[in-house]
């Protein structure tokens, strides 16, 4: 069992940053990937970026590329991400999300690629 716990959000003005992290706690030896998404009432999770845990290659979805970056601590078990230059149409719940273990190919886009999830975290940008 993982535990993954979001911390982070709030209330920041349109340009503003924040920088969002996920702490992964339980059987976190094996961890293959962690990525982070993000949901806003009635629409579908919303994949951000993903990071491959042991050799920390990533992707990022097009609505996001160069304003975030993810990032994570080996040593603390904890994944980031970096949000410069916010918009309003960032403001969702940002959720984070683990592979436990390899197992084959997977599509990252995926919020069913992804076994253990956060309870969220409420990133709100005002305009």
């Known amino acids: 069992q993982v535990l993954l716990v979001e911390s982070g959000g709030g209330l920041v003005q349109a340009g503003g940053s924040l920088r969002l992290s996920c702490a992964a706690s339980?059987?976190?030896?094996?961890?293959?990937?962690m990525a982070w998404f993000r949901q806003t009432p009635g629409k579908e999770r919303e994949f951000i970026a993903h990071i491959i845990w042991s050799g920390g290659s990533t992707s990022y979805s097009d609505s996001v590329k160069d304003r975030f970056t993810i990032s994570r601590d080996s040593l603390k078990n904890t994944m980031y991400l970096q949000m410069n230059s916010l918009k309003p149409e960032d403001t969702a719940v940002y959720y984070c999300?683990?592979?436990?273990?390899?197992?084959?190919?997977?599509?990252?886009?995926?919020?069913?690629?992804?076994?253990?999830w956060g309870q969220g975290t409420q990133v709100t940008v005002s305009a």
């Open positions: 999300a683990a592979i436990p273990a390899y197992s084959g190919a997977y599509n990252f886009v995926s919020p069913n690629s992804y076994t253990y």
């Open positions: 339980g059987r976190t030896s094996r961890t293959y990937a």
